[in-house]
């Protein structure tokens, strides 16, 4: 058995030090296709090479989203509706399909203004605060905003998206995280 086979991705230690970068590159070197057990759950695969991540993302015959993309005991999306990123084709390519003419270079070219508006605001919100959570506080909230004037939102209820998409995921119908 390889040292790399004994690697718990449930662990959240490497991920909190920083070291995960290292972790992978374990992994991609010696057990790219890497069997993680779960105390309880049914465990899951990790797929560390991009040509192996390109080949099971070719394969809709053999590996399915269907079942969810996030691990059980850690799931954030909540049990209700499928969305786009649970559904394999064709299912998946007609709603992609939906979406496709909203993004073409045209329409984020009239967004620009909006783009750059944005970053300018994340980016001060976080130079103002000092020491930020750069994810959480720039990087998460930049595509959330961006989705939600592709959809029509109005600029100032895009940081809520991500709340209100949960709210519609959860089970619990007081769950209340993020933006009010």
Same mark, same amino acid.
């Given at each position: 058995?390889?040292?790399?086979?004994?690697?718990?991705?449930?662990?959240?230690?490497?991920?909190?030090? #920083?070291?995960d970068?290292?972790?992978?590159?374990?992994?991609?070197?010696?057990?790219?296709?890497?069997?993680?057990?779960?105390?309880?759950?049914? #465990?899951?695969?990790?797929?560390?090479?991009?040509?192996?991540?390109?080949?099971?993302?070719?394969?809709?015959?053999?590996?399915?989203?269907?079942?969810?993309?996030?691990?059980?005991?850690?799931?954030?999306?909540?049990?209700a509706?499928?969305?786009i990123?649970?559904?394999?084709?064709?299912?998946?390519?007609?709603?992609?399909?939906?979406?496709?003419?909203?993004?073409?270079p045209?329409?984020?070219?009239?967004?620009?203004?909006?783009?750059?508006?944005?970053?300018?605001e994340?980016?001060?919100?976080?130079?103002?605060?000092?020491?930020?959570?750069f994810?959480?506080?720039?990087?998460?909230?930049?595509?959330?905003v961006?989705? #939600?004037?592709?959809?029509?939102?109005?600029?100032?209820?895009?940081?809520?998206?991500?709340?209100?998409?949960?709210?519609?995921?959860?089970?619990?119908?007081?769950?209340?995280?993020?933006?009010?």
């Amino acid at each position: 058995m390889s040292t790399a086979e004994t690697i718990d991705l449930m662990d959240l230690e490497p991920f909190t030090a #920083g070291t995960d970068h290292a972790l992978f590159a374990r992994l991609r070197d010696e057990d790219p296709l890497h069997w993680n057990a779960e105390p309880d759950g049914p #465990g899951f695969w990790s797929v560390t090479r991009y040509e192996d991540v390109k080949a099971v993302a070719a394969n809709h015959e053999d590996f399915t989203v269907t079942e969810g993309t996030q691990i059980a005991s850690r799931r954030a999306e909540g049990e209700a509706a499928r969305s786009i990123h649970h559904v394999d084709p064709p299912e998946h390519s007609k709603l992609r399909g939906i979406v496709t003419p909203h993004i073409r270079p045209t329409k984020i070219k009239g967004l620009e203004a909006d783009i750059i508006r944005v970053v300018d605001e994340l980016l001060d919100t976080a130079i103002a605060a000092g020491e930020v959570d750069f994810v959480a506080t720039v990087a998460a909230q930049l595509p959330l905003v961006m989705i #939600g004037r592709l959809l029509g939102a109005p600029l100032a209820d895009c940081p809520n998206l991500l709340r209100w998409t949960n709210q519609m995921a959860s089970e619990d119908p007081d769950y209340s995280e993020g933006p009010e």
